[in-house]
């Protein structure tokens, strides 16, 4: 007799991977969420220098772990690459709780870097534990992107209200120790993860690479913090590493078999469709972070709801929503009935799109006082979470599917170095919404953000259409169901 439970049970390596990635997202968000309040309210930094900042961060972030990526994979093994990682961001976010600047962008720098060494770890560990067209690998991955975002919804809802309580350094002090948490959960659980670590990770390691890697830390740690504070030079350090890429792209696709060469191409196409939905994806961080800020009723029975906790509602939404699409996808995959990601990624950036119109069409409800109810956030919010499930949860289950394996981590690597490329775009999306540090009139705030949201919408649309279009031609370049 067809067993439910057995056929929704998840290899062992699941578990270290979800609760690791759990603790890590929640020091990474805490610090997601406050950077832009953080910036304008400490530092006292414009609209659009709070933007760039996010952006620098953000993209860093997201570019590391192609770096991190490949040390996994050929030099240190995943599992040290984990250790490293969730070492480095705990120490980073124990820096940003003294108010200097500079302790402040080392910290920065830090964090940056651990999720270099951490991001594709878990993820990759987890993909490795799947045999090829296994039927549990999207249910498999969309259960784990919940788990992220039990991190991340609850780092929203408690981080501005640790903030507004006990003030800014208590915030950025439990982000730490909560990552340092994740790092004794993964001692715990390690053994799951020993037989499918790559080859490096299995055997030991000289003192020569040790000190190698170390001196690498220190000199990149040293350039991270130089890039934070001049955005100039990391936007062209960004072009640089895309360039670079694309070109070890074209080396792996000439040294690839005509069907190997397919798969790369139809990866970066996806990767490209996965890049226009993150620049969206962002703006929840810098112009819908602020719209919440000065433009959403605060107070509920009394009691003032700090603007992060109000983007909690992302991790509410992905909690409700993951398990029931995670149903969903084995119920139709057991029927042959599943939707190919090819067409989920346009579904997806269609679906985030419509929470930007609804942004808009919000604020012909403001009340006197210019404010918005809450309701409408519930509303948008929840749309921007069923399209980030339809895309983010599905982006890295995707190489699973298509890349190579040889190029697993490297893929997982490109994955997020778009995402780096969207995060820096995405301020010039969110600079339409800059409100003049000398403009206090209520309305005409309003009908700046109005405008801007409308654009962002439209920009979304047009993405989508051009998305359906192109969907058919990747799946049949990628072979994929």
């Known amino acids: 007799m067809f067993n439910k439970h057995a056929h929704l049970k998840q290899p062992p390596v699941f578990y270290l991977a979800f609760v690791t990635s759990m603790c890590e997202r929640f020091g990474f968000y805490v610090l997601s969420y406050l950077l832009v309040l953080f910036a304008k309210n400490v530092f006292n930094l414009s609209d659009t220098e709070s933007f760039k900042l996010f952006a620098v961060f953000t993209s860093l972030a997201y570019i590391t772990p192609v770096l991190g990526g490949y040390l996994a994979d050929n030099v240190m093994g ?38 270099g060494f951490f991001k594709t770890g878990p993820t990759n560990l987890l993909a490795r534990s799947y045999k090829t067209k296994d039927p549990r690998i999207d249910s498999g991955f969309t259960l784990f992107y919940m788990g992220i975002n039990i991190g991340s919804g609850i780092a929203a809802f408690s981080a501005g209200i640790i903030q507004h309580y006990y003030g800014w350094h208590v915030a950025f002090a439990t982000a730490a120790v909560i990552v340092f948490i994740g790092l004794l959960c993964y001692f715990v659980l390690r053994q799951s993860a020993k037989e499918i670590d790559s080859d490096p990770g299995k055997n030991s390691l000289s003192l020569k690479i040790i000190f190698q890697i170390s001196t690498g830390i220190l000199i990149t740690v040293a350039i991270l913090t130089m890039l934070i504070q001049h955005s100039t030079i990391a936007y062209a350090f960004f072009a640089l590493a895309t360039l670079s890429l694309l070109a070890y792209f074209l080396y792996e696709m000439a040294r690839s078999d005509t069907q190997d060469k397919l798969k790369i191409i139809a990866c970066i196409l996806l990767i490209v469709m996965g890049m226009v939905f993150f620049i969206l994806y962002f703006q929840m961080y810098t112009s819908i972070n602020l719209f919440v800020d000065r433009c959403i009723t605060h107070s509920l029975l009394g009691i003032h709801i700090p603007t992060s906790t109000f983007l909690s509602l992302n991790g509410v939404w992905i909690l409700i929503l993951s398990p029931i699409l995670a149903e969903l996808y084995n119920h139709l995959g057991s029927k042959g009935m599943d ?143």
């Open 339 to 481: 939707l190919p990601v090819t067409t989920k990624f346009p579904m997806g950036i269609l679906i985030v799109s419509l929470c930007f119109f609804v942004l808009a069409y919000s604020v012909n409800y403001a009340n006197q006082e210019g404010l918005v109810s809450p309701s409408w956030i519930v509303l948008s919010i929840g749309l921007y979470s069923l399209g980030e499930l339809l895309i983010s949860a599905l982006g890295v289950a995707m190489v699973t599917h298509i890349s190579p394996k040889r190029l697993y981590g490297v893929m997982m690597g490109a994955w997020y170095l778009s995402t780096a490329l969207a995060a820096s775009l995405s301020s010039q999306l969110a600079d339409l919404s800059s409100i003049p540090a000398e403009m206090h009139d209520q309305l005409q705030i309003l009908h700046i953000y109005q405008h801007t949201f409308i654009e962002i919408g439209l920009f979304g649309m047009a993405a989508t259409i051009i998305a359906f279009i192109a969907s058919p031609y990747i799946k049949k370049i990628a072979q994929i169901g």
């Open 78 to 115: 995943i599992r040290r690459s984990i250790i490293t990682g969730l070492t480095l961001e705990a120490i980073g976010l124990a820096f940003l709780a003294f108010h200097s600047t500079y302790m402040f962008m080392l910290g920065l720098a830090c964090v940056v870097i651990g999720v």
